[in-house]
């Protein structure tokens, strides 16, 4: 098992967000985690990248057989996890280009090529159709939002972790850039690398095989199917998910 | 899970801190009186209108008040500052002939090697006096004048144009530490530069502080000729000593019709060091004088250059970054004076505050009645690295006139939680991440700074990865 966790219980500001969630992701696995508003899952992500304002009060979390529960966010990135945030943070200053290669350093704990590196660069963010200008910029300074999205897919390309998170990457995106983002991911999947996808939108998912659909509700899992669950949330919602007793 | 308190370190000083052993051929005693400027200006041979130019200068220091609006001076008594310490060699013009000790100094604080890469001319000053001043030849030619203060007075041909300027712009009359300045100034450069000659790469003026207990109160001077174009650096340091070290340098600039002038400094005194200096530019029509001004260190400063904007179309362009750690409480910002019509003002700061250290930004933007179509801009921007540490904001603005574009934009913040694990989730440690986030607040700013002080900045926030500057 890629990711393994038990049992999580999750606070925030003293407010118990997530109690007793349990979730397993193998490797190679394409999982899809849905869920109405408010119901925790963007907490359950940043909970497992590691971030300090979400508190595990119990449970753990394991990942590629290291526990990582109270690991620092940049050893869990070491460690082959990323995650694609639903808001990138802005930081002036700081261009793409010397902050990827800065973090593909860190993560890699190798020094780069530099010649290599920049044209590695220029053919991921060709595929990901963005202006070569963008390297330069400071680090989604000023970038529109499907520019920032895709600034954090082609964070994932050139970082290459084992478990990519996306949470609600194609959301606020126009048709071609969804197609764009879709995309890149279907180029980064292979067969030995796995994927959580948060989502409310199904296009993302068009070139993956889909292996697990989970449904967090209450702070916990309360469904998990295979990819035909979408098409039903689709058509009847969460709640009439939770009153039908499919739960 | 709990937080780790990672923080950004403070400014590498060792280079700076190593001290020679005080060695002078000659000093005064402590304290401020009549018999001690005289005694100076006798061991300095000065002619008899600057004997008579200190003694004014001491009467109006007795009687001019303390300030009292800024950061507190309590810890500074002139009763124990040594006005006067001649070091132990004359001024050359070749680094073999300067004294082991002092030579060893500058090299190690890279002058001589800064000077043979990338600057016309060097000026290197330690304690009261300048031990080397030298200019390239070929800048000679073009009828560039380089050379320390006292040199510049004596000279039968600039002595007149010296004393014709000399605290003109800035009297003594302007505030205590001016006036003091008036009375026992000893060291700086003088600079002229011709009509229509410009100086293709920067000359450098380096003023060094050894001597524990003592002021340095050297005097800058540049005068550009019409059409002019020059890029001066100055720089200064001290190591650290457990009593009061002063410093109240005097700069005037005076920029004539089309002359360009851009005056850089990089200021790392020492925290113990009471830094109260007066700059000012005298712009005249269609000039410009750039300001690029990075204050690091002393445990207090007072620093606000000013520009006088006297000619029509005239510029000014003001570029600074201050840094306060701990016990520094550093007052700066800048001045400027919109005298005639279609003058333009940029004034653009940031100041980092860590350690409980305090940074306060104050300008003064004044427009007087006659200038219409004018133009000034002021932003500052701060950033507090924790919850002890202080920054704050005393913009003043006096318009006199309807017809001009002025803007005014402050803000302070702090290091986003947020950002600090976006750049964590990217593998990068936490220390890393906020010397990140600190070094792109302060880059456009510090691609400003002379290149050959690139190593400056890079002391101010400690990088461990490559490349992290954008």
């Not at chain 1, 897919?153 to 197609?179: C, F, H, R, W, Y």
């Not at chain 2, 000659?26 to 001690?36: D, K, N, S, W």
């Not at chain 2, 002058?111 to 080397?132: C, F, H, M, N, T």
């Amino acid at each position: 098992m890629l990711l393994e966790v038990k049992d999580l219980k999750v606070s925030v500001d003293g407010a118990v967000i997530l109690d007793g969630l349990n979730l397993n992701v193998g490797r190679g696995e394409t999982h899809v985690l849905m869920g109405p508003n408010g119901a925790g899952k963007s907490t359950l992500v940043n909970t497992i990248m590691g971030h300090p304002a979400y508190k595990v009060e119990r449970g753990s979390i394991r990942f590629d057989g290291k526990d990582i529960t109270h690991a620092p966010a940049n050893e869990r990135a070491k460690a082959g996890l990323f995650l694609s945030f639903q808001s990138p943070e802005e930081v002036p200053g700081v261009t793409l280009e010397n902050f990827m290669r800065t973090s593909r350093v860190a993560v890699t704990g190798k020094p780069v090529r530099l010649f290599a590196y920049k044209r590695e660069l220029k053919e991921k963010m060709d595929g990901l159709a963005m202006d070569g200008e963008y390297a330069s910029r400071y680090l989604n300074v000023g970038f529109s939002g499907g520019e920032k999205k895709k600034s954090e897919i082609l964070q994932m390309l050139m970082l290459n972790p084992k478990l990519a998170i996306l949470d609600e990457t194609d959301s606020g995106l126009d048709v071609d850039a969804v197609k764009i983002v879709s995309q890149g991911v279907e180029k980064f999947k292979n067969p030995e690398n796995s994927l959580l996808i948060i989502t409310h939108n199904t296009k993302i998912l068009e070139f993956l095989k889909v292996n697990y659909v989970h449904v967090l509700m209450d702070g916990k899992i309360v469904k998990t199917g295979d990819s035909g669950l979408i098409d039903r949330i689709n058509e009847s919602g969460f709640q009439q998910l939770a009153a039908s007793g499919a739960v | 899970m709990e937080r780790k308190k990672t923080m950004v370190r403070d400014i590498d000083r060792t280079v700076y801190d190593i001290k020679d052993k005080v060695n002078p051929s000659y000093q005064v005693r402590e304290g401020l009186t009549a018999e001690i400027v005289g005694e100076i200006s006798k061991a300095k041979n000065d002619p008899a209108w600057m004997r008579d130019f200190r003694l004014k200068s001491l009467e109006i220091y007795n009687e001019l008040p303390m300030p009292g609006w800024g950061p507190s001076l309590d810890g500074l008594h002139m009763d124990d500052i040594v006005t006067y310490i001649r070091p132990n060699t004359p001024m050359r013009g070749n680094w073999a002939q300067v004294p082991d000790d002092i030579k060893n100094t500058f090299e190690r604080l890279g002058i001589p090697e800064a000077e043979r890469k990338s600057l016309a001319g060097v000026g290197a000053q330690y304690d009261s006096e300048v031990v080397y001043h030298n200019v390239r030849e070929e800048v000679r030619r073009q009828g560039v004048v380089y050379t320390d203060m006292e040199s510049a007075i004596r000279d039968p041909k600039y002595g007149p144009m010296v004393k014709g300027h000399f605290m003109k712009l800035v009297p003594p009359t302007d505030h205590k530490f001016v006036a003091l300045h008036g009375a026992v100034w000893s060291g700086g450069s003088f600079v002229y530069v011709p009509p229509h000659v410009k100086v293709s790469i920067p000359l450098q003026s380096y003023f060094r502080l050894n001597a524990p207990g003592a002021g340095q109160f050297e005097h800058t001077l540049i005068i550009l000729g019409e059409g002019a174009d020059l890029h001066f650096i100055e720089g200064c340091s001290a190591p650290k000593y457990n009593v009061a070290n002063l410093h109240a340098g005097c700069v005037e600039l005076y920029v004539a019709k089309g002359a360009h002038l851009r005056y850089s400094t990089i200021e790392n005194w020492s925290k113990n060091m009471y830094n109260l200096n007066t700059k000012r530019a005298l712009v005249e029509e269609g000039g410009t004088v750039e300001w690029v001004s990075g204050s690091f260190g002393s445990h207090v400063s007072y620093l606000y250059p000013m520009s006088i904007l006297k000619g029509e179309n005239s510029r000014m362009e003001f570029t600074g970054i201050t840094f306060a750690g701990k016990g520094q409480n550093l007052d700066t910002g800048a001045k400027v004076v919109h005298a005639a019509p279609h003058t333009y003002s940029n004034i653009s700061t940031k100041s980092i505050s860590k350690d409980g250290g305090v940074c306060t930004y104050r300008s003064s933007v004044e427009i007087l009645p006659q200038s219409y179509g004018c133009k000034s801009s002021v932003s500052c921007e701060s950033l507090m690295l924790d919850d002890r540490s202080r920054s704050d904001t005393v913009p003043a603005m006096d318009i006199r006139n309807d017809d001009v574009d002025v803007g005014h934009e402050a803000k302070i913040g702090r290091i986003s939680d947020d950002a600090i694990f976006y750049l964590m989730s990217r593998g990068i440690s936490e220390e890393d991440a906020r010397a990140m986030i600190v070094t792109g607040f302060a880059e456009p700013i510090a691609k400003e700074l002379p290149v050959e002080y690139a190593v400056e900045m890079n002391n101010l926030i400690k990088l461990e990865m490559e490349g992290a500057i954008g």
